[in-house]
């Protein structure tokens, strides 16, 4: 598998990975005000979900303009 055959695939499962974080936080807050607690650590990970994703996606875009 090439480098960029890799990371499309990696980055398929990234997007899965964000796409269920955003649900978890959008359920969360239809939630509120029951466990109001644990609205730093959602959104915390959903930033992190989509950083990463944006991060492999902008690798992705070197790559093929290389």
């Given at each position: 598998m090439t480098d960029v055959a890799?990371?499309?695939d990696e980055i398929k499962k990234l997007?899965?990975?964000?796409t269920q974080?955003?649900?978890d936080l959008h359920d969360l807050s239809e939630?509120?005000?029951?466990?109001?607690e644990r609205i730093l650590?959602?959104?915390?990970e959903t930033f992190d979900a989509y950083k990463t994703l944006a991060e492999k996606r902008?690798?992705?875009?070197a790559l093929?303009?290389?």
């Open positions: 890799a990371l499309k997007n899965a990975r964000a974080k955003k649900m939630e509120l005000p029951r466990e109001w650590d959602v959104a915390a902008a690798e992705l875009k093929e303009k290389a």
